[in-house]
């Protein structure tokens, strides 16, 4: 099993949720232990459990878990906004490790009695309770920048802030990789050109048909004309469509 999620791995969980958790309701949230969750989807013949570990991990499974007796008060909290209510949504912030859950009124998304849960895989990761605006209502941790609270409740989960994944350019690649040292490979290159990350670029480098290894001072052909150039950016292409 994978010990942390990358954002490739959040945008492959986040198709899945869309196809098999939208539109059921959240019937139960339980404690596992203080960082893991249990919540319980269901509807008329189908249940669906998902374990959320923060900060690590988060897929459906099929095996019920030891629950905590005693509720935490954050769980409590949880289940007073959001229990038997209609999961609408579930998307990824841009190419950052976050889920957000939606639980919409029929108003709509933008209106008042909409809920969310925003689910961190960076870091110490963390859980959020938001309401429609995304004002902060609970958190499984308050977050400390330079002695500053960046999280708490009360406050707003900034959205804004998140990495958004652009198509690539042709010149701008090729530019990019002129600047390679001698020691650089592409993998180690391309980890480090747009918002893809590591593991997306990495695969944007094997559906190319290229090596991650590959030396690109001295072993790429970095005409923007070039087979391989050519490969790399219709296999963008692919990623981002992703």
């Given at each position: 099993?994978?010990q942390?999620?990358?954002a490739?791995?959040?945008?492959a969980i986040?198709t899945?949720f869309?196809?098999r958790?939208?539109?059921l309701r959240?019937?139960?949230?339980y404690?596992?232990?203080?960082?893991?969750?249990l919540l319980?989807?269901?509807?008329?013949?189908?249940k669906e459990?998902v374990?959320v570990?923060?900060g690590?991990?988060?897929?459906?499974t099929?095996?019920t878990?030891?629950?905590s007796?005693?509720?935490s008060?954050?769980?409590?909290?949880?289940?007073?906004?959001?229990?038997?209510?209609?999961?609408t949504?579930?998307?990824q912030l841009?190419?950052d490790?976050?889920i957000?859950?939606?639980?919409?009124?029929?108003?709509?998304a933008h209106?008042?009695?909409?809920?969310?849960?925003m689910c961190?895989?960076?870091a110490?990761?963390n859980?959020i309770?938001t309401?429609?605006?995304?004002n902060?209502?609970a958190?499984?941790r308050?977050?400390?920048?330079?002695?500053?609270?960046a999280?708490?409740?009360?406050m707003?989960?900034?959205?804004e802030?998140?990495?958004?994944?652009?198509?690539?350019?042709?010149?701008?690649?090729?530019e990019?990789?002129?600047?390679a040292?001698?020691?650089?490979?592409?993998k180690?290159?391309?980890?480090?050109f747009?918002?893809?990350?590591?593991?997306?670029?990495e695969?944007?480098i094997?559906?190319?048909?290229?090596?991650?290894s590959?030396?690109?001072?001295t072993a790429?052909?970095?005409?923007?004309?070039?087979?391989?150039?050519s490969?790399l950016?219709?296999?963008?292409r692919d990623?981002f469509?992703i």
């Open positions: 099993m994978k942390r999620f990358s490739l791995d959040v945008r986040v899945a869309q196809q958790l939208v539109g959240l019937q139960g949230i404690d596992v232990n203080a960082k893991t969750f319980k989807f269901t509807k008329p013949d189908c459990l374990i570990e923060s690590i991990r988060i897929h459906t099929d095996f878990r030891d629950k007796i005693t509720p008060s954050f769980c409590m909290k949880l289940r007073k906004h959001l229990k038997a209510r209609r999961l949504g579930v998307r841009g190419m490790r976050v957000d859950f939606e639980f919409a009124v029929a108003a709509g209106a008042e009695g909409t809920y969310h849960i961190e895989f960076y110490s990761g859980v309770l309401d429609y605006q995304y902060i209502l958190l499984l308050v977050v400390h920048i330079e002695d500053e609270k999280f708490a409740v009360g707003k989960y900034e959205l802030g998140s990495r958004s994944i652009e198509p690539v350019d042709r010149v701008q690649l090729v990019y990789l002129k600047k040292a001698p020691k650089d490979t592409l180690r290159m391309l980890a480090m747009g918002t893809y990350g590591p593991a997306l670029s695969h944007v094997l559906r190319a048909g290229l090596t991650p590959l030396k690109v001072a790429l052909d970095i005409d923007p004309q070039s087979p391989q150039i490969a950016v219709e296999a963008y990623a469509d």
